[in-house]
């Protein structure tokens, strides 16, 4: 059974770097058909996706976080990494790291998630 | 890209059928069948429920059933429990890389 635990700060300072770590267990990151993703939740609001990225290290962003955003991959130790740059208070969320799942290059669902972590931007 | 339109809240009482509703648009839900419902009780991650529109995971009950209409997904429970009382997210592919979820629902069974 696959399982994902997010690690990070709790509280980041306006302007400042977000960073967060998912570790995989259960299964190896690199098997093939699978994009480790970041997915957050603003406080009592839907979910956004942020991203994903393949053990390969290709990543794909959200257009409206790009600029912003940056995952990165060890296959060496299970995980995969978010940073979010600049952050506001409006980046204040529930991140969630989760498994996009499909076949081969043809994604079709997010099955395995973390249990989340809340990162709260405040001075 | 905008967020999937969803209602904010849909009830149903014990043992009777519900269904949640899911609109998008021709450039995500209409042009792509990988619609996935997402079950989400409070202060926990969110749990696949239907993936390509209508398929189940293995082991998950029959009751949850997916279906699309154009721009339109839908979502339906049927003979409700106590259980079922959560929120509800749909998911689409919206091209280009790039994944939109709905605002969510809150079921409540009554």
């Known amino acids: 059974q696959v399982q994902l635990q997010e690690s990070g700060p709790g509280l980041v300072k306006p302007s400042q770097t977000l960073s967060l770590t998912c570790t995989v267990s259960g299964g190896s990151i690199s098997s093939g058909n699978y994009y480790w993703s970041w997915i957050r939740q603003h406080p009592g609001k839907g979910l956004e996706w942020i991203g994903y990225?393949?053990?390969?290290?290709?990543?794909y962003y959200n257009p409206s976080l790009k600029s912003r955003v940056t995952i990165s991959v060890d296959t060496s130790k299970n995980q995969f990494s978010l940073k979010l740059s600049s952050v506001t208070a409006a980046d204040t969320a529930v991140y969630f790291c989760?498994?996009?799942?499909?076949?081969?290059?043809?994604?079709?669902?997010?099955?395995?998630w973390g249990q989340g972590t809340l990162v709260t931007v405040s001075s | 890209q905008s967020a999937l339109t969803q209602p904010a809240s849909v009830s149903g009482s014990l043992g009777q059928s519900i269904t949640i509703s899911c609109t998008g648009t021709s450039s995500d839900v209409g042009s792509y069948n990988l619609v996935s419902w997402y079950q989400q009780h409070p202060g926990k991650a969110p749990k696949l429920m239907i993936y390509e529109g209508s398929k189940r995971p293995s082991g998950l009950s029959n009751r949850f059933s997916g279906s699309k209409s154009g721009n339109t997904a839908s979502l339906t429970i049927s003979g409700l429990q106590a259980e079922d009382e959560s929120d509800y997210y749909c998911?689409?592919?919206?091209?280009?890389?790039?994944?939109?979820f709905g605002g969510g629902t809150k079921l409540t069974v009554l």
């Open positions: 998911c689409s592919y919206a091209g280009n890389s790039n994944w939109v």
């Open positions: 990225i393949y053990y390969s290290g290709s990543t």
């Open positions: 989760a498994r996009a799942s499909g076949y081969g290059d043809y994604l079709h669902s997010f099955d395995y």
